[in-house]
């Protein structure tokens, strides 16, 4: 059972534009919610990060924004640039100790390409 | 070294043969995954190692799948008598801390059965 549910699995944007990918989870306990962003031949890279006592983090140009209620978060990317092409990848964790083991449920990722 | 290493960066291997798959963590991090990335996909959970303990293996998709973690550092993958749905990027991560979220990923072995 997929517990993070990511969308649009391809994204093309024109340079100076708003990406915005979108994430679902169901599982009430979440309470961390990262952003990892892959570039073609590297493994992903933490991007940015929020827990559910906040609706919005920003970042640069990166602002995750995160409504409880409806158990959905998103990535947006303002004024996005040829070089934020990249896969990102929507992640969520119940759980940060030791005894986490599946610490991390992915989303599928989104593949953004944005156009010069 | 400075982040998590993994070799080989690519092994191509014929169907039925076994494999093994390098990961060397970053100094000091206790915590180290093993996730499959197959192509256009996500990211699949495999196993956990945290220190001494008994590794979550409840990833694992098959008995062919097996891990092993060395004195707390370097981790190895086994796959044996490959299938060609086993082609996919294999991806190792360790965590610094307990409380720590953040993932450090290599860059992966990408593995292709025949």
């Known amino acids: 059972q997929q517990q993070v549910k990511q969308s649009p699995q391809s994204l093309i944007v024109q340079k100076g534009g708003i990406s915005i990918i979108n994430c679902a989870y169901e599982?009430?306990?979440?309470?961390?919610f990262p952003w990892y962003q892959q570039f073609p031949g590297k493994g992903p890279a933490l991007l940015i990060a929020?827990?559910?006592?906040?609706s919005e983090k920003k970042e640069g140009r990166f602002t995750i924004s995160f409504n409880k209620s409806a158990k959905q978060f998103s990535l947006h990317i303002m004024d996005s640039q040829p070089g934020d092409s990249a896969t990102y990848f929507c992640?969520?964790?119940?759980?940060?100790?030791?005894?986490?083991?599946?610490?991390?449920?992915f989303g599928g990722g989104t593949r953004l390409m944005v156009k010069p | 070294g400075a982040g998590v290493s993994q070799s080989p960066s690519n092994k191509v291997t014929e169907k039925g043969k076994d494999v093994e798959l390098r990961c060397d963590p970053i100094?000091?991090?206790?915590?180290l995954y093993w996730y499959r990335q197959s192509l256009g996909q996500g990211l699949e959970f495999l196993i956990y190692?945290?220190?001494?303990?008994?590794?979550?293996k409840s990833g694992l998709p098959s008995d062919r799948f097996s891990a092993e973690r060395t004195g707390g550092s370097v981790s190895t993958l086994t796959i044996q008598r490959t299938q060609q749905e086993d082609s996919a990027v294999y991806l190792c991560?360790?965590?610094?801390?307990?409380?720590?979220?953040?993932?450090?990923f290599g860059e992966g072995s990408r593995l292709t059965v025949l």
């Open positions: 991560a360790t965590r610094q801390g307990a409380n720590t979220g953040e993932l450090f």
């Open positions: 599982n009430t306990a979440f309470d961390y």
């Open positions: 929020i827990r559910p006592d906040v």
């Open positions: 992640a969520a964790s119940d759980k940060l100790g030791w005894n986490a083991g599946n610490m991390l449920t």
């Open positions: 100094s000091g991090h206790t915590a």
């Open positions: 190692f945290q220190g001494n303990s008994a590794p979550d």
